[in-house]
């Protein structure tokens, strides 16, 4: 496939009405900063927009509960948000905003364009008005008794109690949130956009030209909207806040939010092209550009339904990409701004980042541990205790380990300088990590093109593993005992272990930007050695080359740090809203998942094993570690079932295994394979087992 001429990476606008917290930035922000620092490395034409979604009901919402107006909701937390970002190293090319003149005239214009041509038309429909406000009102604007499960402050577009998705007219006994009245219905003309014209052309475009290369929760969401039959979407609406409809018969109308947010990529683009004296045109319109929009699966439909069809409709290119994350749950339960069951980015910034002793370091360890868990293919959980192991398991004790005993030992053992290399006494050992080296600059940069970046990182730290693997096995300090004699031998493992931290900082820059450059320092080179072509060379810090005493990378976290902030988030969150005792809450159905070929099913191994030895996992309330025995091998299984079974009762059950799974680090132990479990109606896990005792290792069909 040819190389794109230029890449424009998007990550949703967040909406400007309050704090955002560390789900938002693992679902959509983090993954496309490591995808744009990579293409960057790469030295590839790359902008990257995003920018505060200030319209829709949510502002002026916002507003009322900290009694203000909505102008001053968006000025104060479009600055909160964008700091927060520049804080966790997040480095768009422009973080622009929606209140801007630009965006006003860029989507007024895109309305008109598609009116003009005759791809929109008009409804006249009945909506519920507040007669003592004298306005129409928003569903947000509307609170009613949910009919699925009876609580009676259900707003008009959700239930927060039950989760349910509404609409106004489903509300029982709906009142505003306004004035308290009940509200009229009354007629209204409004401007849709018929997405049903348009169905043969997502249905291709989607399913059958990117069926190989978008994600499946993706391609499962739209196939489920195309599959329902595309309905005419409202593209104005009633409202005095937001983008003036550009129609003299739609005064007092505005754009629908939805509908102008993600025009703000186009006009953020062409703010940042004045600002740099650039042509913005071709990052829309040139065919040779590939445009990646980063989201969380709640914006699915807008970015690979929605937003083509007006791209398409306008003349502008369309996304190649669409990569969506699933949600980041938080210590065992849903991250929820109405209970403070949350994180936010400014919280881990006060708390770590900005207090002594925090600082660059942690923000790449926040960075770490939310790739390491990132919800690429399902829903995903933060704990404390994890980000803790995250940090002290793997980024102090492999990666920082390997880089500071490599500069301690080569202080010690050759001057501080970088030895040369002795290649008559070179080994197998040596040619291995050389040959790892550049096998992992391969992986990665095949994993990030991909949009993996959960697995690329995992190969940044198996290298840094196999350093420290390389290095204990060549035991320099031991050898140094030798005297002269022994010295080439030392040389050659210094010298190749020196090399790697080298190609480390390359390799770990769209990860852990800030440690990258950390060792830059070190090693007291210029930043242009961080270029992607330089990676897998053996050849990056010359012999005889000084290079600045060793600085720990990373520090541990501590158990008082961890304890405080599970205390912290206990102690703040608030109870769900309760319903009525007597209209029980039914559990909705979860999602079916996207249909898959026999070609993909015939993919996973399946086989029969025998649980030999079962124990919990330090400092994991959910995990076991078990000791499967599958026939011709006994394997190493982590599975998250400690809540459902005690270890000792599980002994000598037989599972079935999914065999051929790659292998995951979890709390520092290697699981390989996955046991299958069925869940009850009241959440208990069971075995998926055989009906009689089988061999173990026998297939499973």
Request: charged share 25%; hydrophobic share 40%; net charge negative.
């Amino acid at each position: 496939m040819q190389e794109p001429k230029r890449y424009l990476i998007t990550a949703a606008l967040p909406y400007a009405n309050g704090l955002k917290h560390i789900g938002h930035l693992a679902g959509a922000y983090l993954p496309a900063d490591i995808y744009v620092r990579y293409l960057r490395a790469q030295k590839r034409d790359v902008v990257f927009v995003c920018g505060s979604d200030e319209h829709g009901t949510a502002i002026p919402i916002q507003a009322m509960k900290e009694g203000t107006t909505p102008q001053a909701i968006i000025d104060k937390y479009h600055e909160i948000i964008k700091q927060n970002f520049a804080d966790l190293s997040i480095s768009f090319d422009i973080y622009d905003r929606t209140s801007a003149p630009i965006h006003h005239e860029t989507s007024q214009e895109f309305f008109t364009a598609l009116q003009e041509a005759g791809e929109l038309e008009t409804r006249e429909t009945e909506q519920y008005f507040d007669e003592q406000a004298a306005t129409f009102l928003a569903d947000r604007y509307i609170k009613g008794t949910c009919p699925n499960c009876g609580f009676d402050g259900a707003f008009g577009d959700q239930c927060e109690k039950c989760g349910t998705a509404l609409s106004p007219d489903e509300l029982i006994n709906p009142v505003s949130t306004l004035s308290g009245s009940a509200p009229v219905k009354k007629k209204t003309t409004h401007w849709y956009l018929p997405l049903n014209r348009h169905e043969d052309f997502l249905r291709q475009w989607i399913l059958e030209e990117h069926k190989d290369d978008w994600r499946a929760n993706v391609l499962g969401q739209c196939k489920s909207w195309i599959d329902g039959g595309l309905q005419p979407r409202a593209v104005t609406r009633d409202l005095d806040w937001g983008i003036a409809v550009p129609l003299e018969e739609a005064k007092g109308k505005v754009l629908y939010v939805w509908f102008d947010a993600p025009i703000g990529y186009i006009s953020a683009t062409r703010t940042w092209a004045k600002q740099n004296d650039k042509d913005w045109k071709p990052y829309w319109y040139d065919k040779d550009t590939k445009l990646v929009h980063f989201i969380g699966k709640d914006n699915i439909v807008f970015h690979a339904i929605i937003f083509p069809v007006m791209l398409k409709l306008h003349g502008n290119i369309l996304p190649d990409n669409v990569p969506s994350n699933e949600f980041l749950n938080l210590e065992g339960d849903k991250m929820s701004t109405s209970r403070n069951w949350k994180l936010d980015m400014q919280d881990f910034i006060d708390d770590f980042v900005k207090k002594e002793n925090g600082g660059p370091q942690l923000v790449d360890a926040l960075r770490y541990y939310l790739t390491q868990i990132a919800p690429e293919t399902k829903d995903s959980e933060f704990t404390w205790k994890g980000f803790q192991d995250a940090v002290n398991s793997e980024l102090v004790a492999i990666f920082g380990n390997f880089v500071n005993r490599t500069f301690v030992l080569m202080h010690k053992l050759t001057n501080g300088k970088v030895p040369p290399v002795h290649a008559d006494i070179l080994d197998d050992k040596d040619r291995e990590l050389a040959a790892a080296i550049q096998a992992a600059k391969v992986k990665i940069e095949a994993l990030l093109e991909g949009y993996k970046f959960r697995e690329a990182q995992f190969e940044l730290i198996d290298l840094a593993r196999k350093g420290n693997r390389y290095m204990q096995e060549k035991e320099p300090w031991i050898k140094a005992k030798a005297g002269a004699s022994a010295q080439p031998e030392i040389d050659n493992c210094l010298h190749y272990c020196l090399q790697l931290c080298a190609n480390l900082a390359i390799l770990s820059n769209p990860f852990l930007p800030n440690t990258s450059r950390k060792m830059l320092h070190q090693m007291k080179v210029v930043d242009r050695m961080l270029d992607w072509e330089n990676a897998g060379s053996l050849k990056l810090l010359s012999v005889g080359y000084s290079l600045r005493a060793p600085e720990l990378l990373f520090r541990k976290i501590e158990d008082m740090e961890i304890q405080q902030q599970i205390e912290k988030l206990k102690s703040n969150s608030q109870p769900a809203p309760e319903a009525p005792a007597a209209v029980p809450a039914e559990q909705p159905a979860p999602p079916a998942k996207a249909t898959i070929q026999f070609d993909d099913f015939a993919k996973i191994e399946l086989k029969v094993g025998t649980i030999v030895t079962a124990e919990k996992v330090e400092k994991a309330d959910k995990l076991l570690k078990l000791s499967v025995d599958m026939g011709t091998e006994t394997r190493t299984i982590v599975s998250g079932i400690a809540l459902h079974f005690k270890p000792e009762d599980i002994i000598g059950q037989q599972v079935v295994v999914v065999a051929n799974l790659a292998p995951r680090k979890m709390r520092g132990i290697e699981s390989n394979g996955m046991i299958l479990m069925a869940e009850d109606k009241e959440g208990k896990l069971h075995f998926v087992q055989p009906g009689t005792q089988i061999n173990p290792g026998a297939g499973v069909s």
